[in-house]
Nanobody
Framework: QVYLVESGGGSVQAGGSLRLSCKAP???????????MAWYRQAPGKQRDLVAQ???????TYAESVKGRFTISRDNSRKTVYLQMNSLLPEDTAVYYC???????WGQGTQVTVSS
């Protein structure tokens, strides 16, 4: 397991922006760097869905619903992955979770609330 800590959530109005961070403070780089990292989200009463993922080679893929609005990135030297969220919509409201694919580890989640 990799210990993951998310931060950056909050409440914003529609059209606003937030930047989420996910750090792996206790991981060694040989564990963090080779793994695909991902952001998922889960709205109340719904399943947890993939939002974006980034490979060790920094190739990114996105859910259709966030393409053009969200950007995932990673800084391996800091063992951190980011999710820049722009043009937020009320339907983006959810708990956002970080995921380390190699070890199937999850963070505790960070709440994002977008009001109309």
């Amino acid at each position: 397991q990799v210990y993951l800590v998310e931060s950056g959530g909050g409440s914003v109005q529609a059209g606003g922006s937030l930047r989420l961070s996910c750090k792996a403070p206790r991981a060694i780089t040989s564990v963090f760097n080779p793994s695909t990292m991902a952001w998922y989200r889960q709205a109340p009463g719904k399943q947890r869905d993939l939002v974006a993922q980034i490979s060790s080679a920094k190739l990114a893929t996105y859910a259709e619903s966030v393409k053009g609005r969200f950007t995932i990135s990673r800084d391996n030297s800091r063992k951190t992955v980011y999710l820049q969220m722009n043009s937020l919509l009320p339907e983006d409201t959810a708990v956002y979770y970080c995921h380390h694919s190699e070890t199937m580890s999850w963070g505790q989640g960070t709440q994002v609330t977008v009001s109309s």
